[in-house]
């Protein structure tokens, strides 16, 4: 065993590459020497095999490119095991070099920053029409399953998959806009670029309202979607689909830590500082009052500031009107957006007796603008959210409600009136 080239394992690193020294009681302690960028560096380590924590046996390395390089393709690794996956991607990581292949898998680590060229028109040329096999370097681009299914006029799937904050938001975004740059390419001209706009445009449509920052993504998205591209017979990209599955509900009343955010589209409205929906009047500090809102309350980071989120609106209602949603539409859709926060501000107050009931605040600007924005009858409102009703067998009962359950019912309607109009912008895109 001694020579043999090993991981280790390593608290900070996971695993790093070493030689076998020498060993002592029967194989079972392992002197190691690590290997280091700085040659001038000399690290011996002994591994007790008996440990639980520590591998029966320690793994062994693959030739000479993982100690000074990395492969493109981890499927012509000689050993393929965990350390010797982690250690290529860490190396191309390092070399940023965020994509690797694993036979027609492409593996992406996040790099957190654009890389310069790495998507450009350019570089997605380069790829058009090649397949895992050419020596192009391994690239998210490479969609080998399209090229599949511009041979056969066949279906196919793209999975893409990953914990939170691996970049799924943005592969996809990447992969929609390269797919739709081949089906414009693919015979030279395109006669439907307003349809590929609006393929494109659905993407910052569903960040706005499907997305929010969290504590380890400022863009995660909140929401599992699966979006069919559409094509005709001359591979020419001619409508798409959405669906849309777990919708995070609860998020728009509240966060589950104080650092994260509600969906973006909420600031948006916020930073617009549109008087129709009375959202900023008469405040000295704008920024500061987004977070006076209840359903505001737990961005104590405002990452994004407030000049970004008000660009960001105008970025939406673009989007907005690319796919075709009329102007009146529009309004509707954010005076419900609008009338959500202002339901948030709906506060209750007990009623002269000692049943601990509730009764809502109708004199309150909040109870005003609520009722206007989502266009509800003020006394129809107040009963709903102050009452339940009970069915019996031949009566019905109203059941008057204590303030936390009045609390907890303009919540839920909130919630739902949100993911309502989720799925209506969903349909239409």
Same mark, same amino acid.
Request: include cysteine; aromatic fraction near 8%; proline fraction near 4%.
């Given at each position: 065993?001694?020579?043999?080239?090993?991981?280790?394992?390593?608290?900070?690193?996971?695993?790093?590459?070493?030689?076998?020294?020498?060993?002592?009681?029967?194989?079972?302690?392992?002197?190691?020497?690590?290997?280091?960028?700085?040659?001038?560096?000399?690290?011996?380590?002994?591994?007790?095999?008996?440990?639980?924590?520590?591998?029966?046996?320690?793994?062994?390395?693959?030739?000479?490119?993982?100690?000074?390089?990395?492969?493109?393709?981890?499927?012509?690794?000689?050993?393929?095991?965990?350390?010797?996956?982690?250690?290529?991607?860490?190396?191309?990581?390092?070399?940023?070099?965020?994509?690797?292949?694993?036979?027609?898998?492409?593996?992406?680590?996040?790099?957190?920053?654009?890389?310069?060229?790495?998507?450009?028109?350019?570089?997605?040329?380069?790829?058009?029409?090649?397949?895992?096999?050419?020596?192009?370097?391994?690239?998210?681009?490479?969609?080998?399953?399209?090229?599949?299914?511009?041979?056969?006029?066949?279906?196919?799937?793209?999975?893409?998959?990953?914990?939170?904050?691996?970049?799924?938001?943005?592969?996809?975004?990447?992969?929609?806009?390269?797919?739709?740059?081949?089906?414009?390419?693919?015979?030279?001209?395109?006669?439907?670029?307003?349809?590929?706009?609006?393929?494109?445009?659905?993407?910052?449509?569903?960040?706005?309202?499907?997305?929010?920052?969290?504590?380890?993504?400022?863009?995660?998205?909140?929401?599992?979607?699966?979006?069919?591209?559409?094509?005709?017979?001359?591979?020419?990209?001619?409508?798409?689909?959405?669906?849309?599955?777990?919708?995070?509900?609860?998020?728009?009343?509240?966060?589950?830590?104080?650092?994260?955010?509600?969906?973006?589209?909420?600031?948006?409205?916020?930073?617009?500082?549109?008087?129709?929906?009375?959202?900023?009047?008469?405040?000295?500090?704008?920024?500061?009052?987004?977070?006076?809102?209840?359903?505001?309350?737990? &961005?104590?980071?405002?990452?994004?500031?407030?000049?970004? #989120? $008000?660009?960001?609106? !105008?970025? +939406?209602?673009?989007? %907005?009107?690319?796919?075709?949603?009329?102007?009146?539409?529009?309004?509707?859709?954010?005076?419900?957006?609008?009338?959500?926060?202002?339901?948030?501000?709906?506060?209750?107050?007990?009623?002269?007796?000692? &049943?601990?009931?509730?009764?809502?605040?109708?004199?309150? #600007? $909040?109870?005003?603008? !609520?009722? +206007?924005?989502?266009? %509800?009858?003020?006394?129809?409102?107040?009963?709903?959210?102050?009452?339940?009703?009970?069915?019996?067998?031949?009566?019905?009962?109203?059941?008057?409600?204590?303030?936390?359950?009045?609390?907890?019912?303009? &919540?839920?309607?909130?919630?739902?009136?949100?993911?309502?109009?989720?799925?209506?912008?969903?349909?239409?895109?």
């Amino acid at each position: 065993m001694e020579g043999s080239q090993v991981y280790i394992p390593d608290e900070k690193l996971a695993w790093v590459p070493g030689t076998v020294l020498r060993t002592e009681d029967g194989g079972k302690r392992v002197l190691v020497r690590l290997v280091h960028a700085n040659a001038t560096t000399i690290d011996d380590r002994w591994v007790d095999l008996r440990d639980e924590s520590m591998p029966s046996e320690l793994p062994l390395q693959n030739d000479d490119p993982l100690v000074h390089g990395s492969v493109n393709d981890m499927c012509t690794l000689n050993h393929l095991h965990e350390p010797a996956i982690v250690y290529n991607l860490r190396a191309r990581f390092l070399q940023q070099r965020p994509y690797t292949y694993t036979g027609d898998i492409v593996v992406a680590v996040n790099p957190y920053a654009w890389l310069d060229g790495l998507y450009s028109k350019s570089t997605q040329a380069l790829y058009m029409g090649k397949d895992r096999r050419s020596s192009l370097p391994p690239h998210v681009v490479r969609v080998h399953p399209y090229i599949h299914a511009y041979r056969s006029s066949s279906t196919i799937g793209i999975l893409v998959s990953g914990e939170s904050g691996a970049g799924k938001t943005e592969t996809v975004k990447i992969l929609m806009e390269h797919l739709a740059t081949m089906s414009t390419t693919t015979q030279g001209q395109s006669s439907n670029l307003a349809v590929v706009a609006k393929v494109l445009k659905s993407n910052p449509l569903l960040e706005a309202f499907g997305n929010a920052k969290t504590i380890r993504n400022d863009n995660s998205s909140r929401f599992g979607k699966f979006t069919q591209l559409q094509f005709d017979h001359e591979h020419q990209l001619v409508g798409a689909k959405c669906r849309h599955y777990l919708l995070e509900k609860s998020r728009v009343v509240t966060q589950s830590d104080p650092h994260e955010r509600n969906y973006h589209i909420f600031y948006q409205l916020v930073a617009s500082n549109d008087p129709r929906w009375n959202l900023l009047q008469n405040q000295p500090n704008q920024q500061q009052h987004a977070t006076s809102f209840a359903y505001l309350q737990g &961005d104590r980071c405002l990452s994004s500031s407030f000049s970004l #989120d $008000a660009t960001r609106y !105008t970025a +939406t209602r673009e989007a %907005l009107t690319t796919i075709g949603m009329p102007q009146l539409d529009q309004l509707a859709l954010l005076d419900a957006l609008a009338g959500i926060l202002h339901v948030g501000q709906v506060s209750f107050m007990p009623r002269n007796s000692d &049943d601990g009931s509730s009764n809502a605040d109708m004199t309150s #600007d $909040a109870w005003t603008m !609520t009722c +206007t924005l989502l266009g %509800l009858d003020p006394r129809s409102l107040a009963t709903s959210l102050c009452n339940r009703t009970v069915k019996a067998r031949l009566e019905v009962y109203v059941v008057p409600l204590s303030i936390d359950q009045a609390q907890m019912n303009r &919540d839920a309607m909130a919630k739902e009136i949100y993911a309502r109009l989720f799925g209506y912008l969903v349909r239409h895109i």
